[in-house]
């Protein structure tokens, strides 16, 4: 039934309350509840659903009003359409008439049909009420498809039918409808239906007509509240473009991109704002002023493309509401928002369950490894975590289905529902263009494909025949190989998983893959090495920024440049990117702690980053050279160490990470631990503020001799036995020729350790080890629960081994104990 509100013009309410006395026709959106699907489709009880129990907790949705199944099968009988749609149907079942030409009879036939003069009527009075409503005489407005079978959880694929914006008349509105309900039948929607078993006369369609959010000029985009790559359920996704939102949702701008903490967004004082990129948002839709169109594309501006298109606030903003309605439907969620550029003001104009990564199987992982690869084609976004080889088939258009190869991998622009059937017997998709929320990124999700979107030139590099192999298996970003690659598919199984006292932790290399590993269940991350987001994220020496126009190589300062666009502090770029590495490692683990290293590149290693040849020395031996703590108190280092001390800093104060520690590396000396906790807390980091614990790396003879004083000055130390057996056996730890002679079990390699954990513990320090040896050797993982270690970090794919090497030796120490204790 109508809306019983009162508004400011109470007669023009009661005569356009007269109009819309058909209640079986139209039902206004905040009428409309989740129970009402059957009559307004999943997207319009979804809207009223969140306008009627959402908007008193701060979330906006614009209003509007729906047709119902009933007034489209009104429409349908009134003009004997569904003798025509039976007919159809029928002859395309039997073989008789081809998808194109049945779907294209039924159409016409839809656009052809006469609107009945009372649903004309009542809609038309609808829409008057709602220029009441927002005070205008003929409002803009939206014109949505919603299927009574879409947008359901059993239902994906939902996008079938049609949308419209910016439709402005009555007549231009009548119209829009009569198009959404001949949309129920393009030839997408009717091979969707055909494969999963929908009557097609059973399915009706509901029309949404929703207030227009001015996004055009502001932005609009795509946002879900769970991570749609790993399924990690602490993290809210956030993709924008400018203009209205198709842009983003059929991918054809590459979307900004944004990830927020879901945990730490209670608390107003915090910014837990994990990772952004900025997209290149090449082209925009706006609202065409005349013309037979209502929107058309334009490119946009320089300056928009080199800026973000929503701040810090609005980011945070738009996550809290997708909190509020995942709480109000039990489920992660598909959003879409819109920013209105005339008024900053944020808005919800739709919202259904997310359909992929909440029904992943949660009892076991799959890991990929590629290897052999060949030269580097092209890359882009990664879409899930495979990879598939095959040969290359580049389409223009759906309509060269023909052409296309069953497993053969399909190179395109951009892809819409139309590309569905395609999709489905591809074995990987590339694209030029889309964000992780575009059709492409989200259809391969459904199927299970790997897809690597975004990558600009894949039509131009990627030709059709050639072989290639799409890794999605290395990080957030996908790559393309030319020929075939070798991969191998590993089951990780958590079904069998056993309970120990020592704690298992993760050494994790780059923030990329932290998320993947979120359901192993690990004690936290016990190595985390700033040096791998320095080199594989931000690329570049921390003086080449803050010292930016020192720098004299001219392809290094070009290659800054575009690096850092966007940041007129070239100096932040490298706390942000830092920072947020950071915080995606913490978020992964929350509240687990999660030990993070203190950069220890080599100096030939730093000298190659962009920029950096010029700002450092040439050493003999950098292995034993100017690394670790060694840099953090000198004046050579000081600008580009605080950097790092910032984004630590601004990692658990500003973003609230407070389980990150912090761990030096390579501390020869007592003097070099003092001067190095001295500088950090010059920088704001002081050993137990705020909880902060510092741990230090055992890894040189010094370390393990005067264990006592560094127990003194650091809440726990972790041995790193790759160095630690190095520098105790004077073995090159990189030397082929040595190699028999490096052995991390060697009788005073073990003695070091033993003394190492007896001492920290007699101090009340914990101790841990990162390294592989615990999950190579079984033995080794023994003989360090044999000696009371607190905890060991290893690799996710040897996880699961290393757990039942020590829940092996747990159990074996128990019965020897309670043997023993049984004799006496």
Known sequence: ???????????????????????????????????????VGGKNASLGEMIANLSGVGVKVPGGFATTSDAYRDFVAHNGLDKVIRAQTTALAKGEAPLAEVGKTIRSAFLKAAMPKDLGKVIAGAYRELGVREGKRKPDVAVRSSATAEDL????????????????????????????????????????????????LEVALSVGVQRMVRSDTGAAGVMFSIDTETGFPDVVLITGAWGLGEAVVQGIADPDEFMVFKPLLENDALSPIIERSLGTKEKKLVYAEGGKKPTKWLKTKAAERTCFTLNNEEVLQLARWAVTIEKHYGCPMDIEWAKDGNTGELAIVQARPETVQSRAEASGLKTFHVSNQGKELTSGLAVGSGAAVGKVINLASPQEIDKFEDGAILVTSITDPDWVPIMKRASAIVTDHGGRTSHAAIVSRELGLTAIVGCHDATTVLKTGTSITASCAEGDEGHVYAGTADIEVHDLSLDDMPETRTKLMLNMATPSAALRWWRLPSDGIGLARLEFVINNIIKVHPLALTRFEEVEDKQARKAIEKITLGYANKADYFVNTLAEGVARLAASQYPHPVIVRMSDFKTNEYAELIGGRQFEPKEENPMIGWRGASRYYSDDYADGFALECAAL???????GFANVVV???????????????????????????????FYVMCEVPSNVILADEFAKRFDGFSIGSNDLTQLTLGVDRDSARLAHLFDEENPA??????????????????????????????????????????SMSVTPDSFLRTKKAIAQEETKRDALSKKSTAAQ
């Open 153 to 200: 959880p059993d239902a994906s694929f939902a996008g079938q039918q049609e949308s419209y914006l910016n439709i402005c008349g009555k007549e231009a509105l009548l119209e829009h409808v009569r198009k959404c309900y001949a949309s129920l039948f393009t030839d997408r929607a009717i091979t969707y239906r055909n494969n999963n078993g929908f009557d097609h």
């Open 649 to 655: 800093l601004k990692v658990r104060r500003e973003m």
């Open 1 to 39: 039934m109508p809306s019983t509100k009162k508004h400011t013009s109470s007669n023009s309410k009661a005569k356009a309350a007269k109009e819309v006395a058909t209640g079986d026709h139209i039902l206004w959106l905040e009428d409309a509840r989740v129970t009402d699907v059957p009559r």
């Open 749 to 790: 390699v073990k003695r070091m350790i033993e003394t190492v954990i007896s001492t920290a513990h007699q101090f009340d320090r914990k101790v841990g080890l990162c390294g592989q040896g615990p999950s190579d050797k079984p033995s080794f993982a023994a003989f360090l629960v044999e000696n009371g270690i607190d």
């Open 663 to 693: 761990m030096i590396p390579f501390c020869r000396t007592l003097e070099e631990a003092d001067a190095t906790l001295e500088t950090m807390a010059a920088h704001g980091l002081v050993r137990g503020e705020d909880g902060l614990e």
